[in-house]
Nanobody
Framework: QVQLVESGGDSVQAGGSLRLSCTAS????????VGWFRQAPGKQREGVVG????????YYADSVKGRFTISHDATKNQLFLQMNSLKPEDTAMYYC????????????????????WGQGTPVTVSS
């Protein structure tokens, strides 16, 4: 059984930083299309960043470019999302996702087409 568990969400002030983690069980992140998504209250879930852990392009939402960074630790089988210069509009529930269900990682990120999702970790940024 595949399980993705996010952690690291917290309440911070604008300008602060957080590092989110996603730990997988029953699944290896190696050479997989993975992503971080977020959903604010009353809004659709949106892609934050996606990439293939085996190499290739990284896809960032315009709103987070230059502030957020995705990374992967193959030894620990974890994904990370480093979030810097946080803004109130970054407030949302953050989810990790893995194993694309569309032909390409780019389209999986755009279409939110992933087989496995975590339960989310909340991030609140106050002004």
């Amino acid at each position: 059984q595949v399980q993705l568990v996010e952690s690291g969400g917290d309440s911070v002030q604008a300008g602060g930083s957080l590092r989110l983690s996603c730990t997988a069980s029953g699944f290896r992140f190696r050479s997989q299309c993975v992503g971080w998504f977020r959903q604010a209250p009353g809004k659709q879930r949106e892609g934050v960043v996606g990439f293939n852990t085996g190499g290739g392009s990284t896809y960032y939402a315009d709103s987070v470019k230059g502030r957020f960074t995705i990374s992967h630790d193959a030894t620990k089988n974890q994904l990370f999302l480093q979030m810097n210069s946080l803004k109130p509009e970054d407030t949302a529930m953050y989810y990790c996702a893995a194993e694309r269900t569309s032909p390409a990682c780019a389209t999986a990120f755009l279409d939110r087409a992933f087989r496995y999702w975590g339960q989310g970790t909340p991030v609140t940024v106050s002004s």
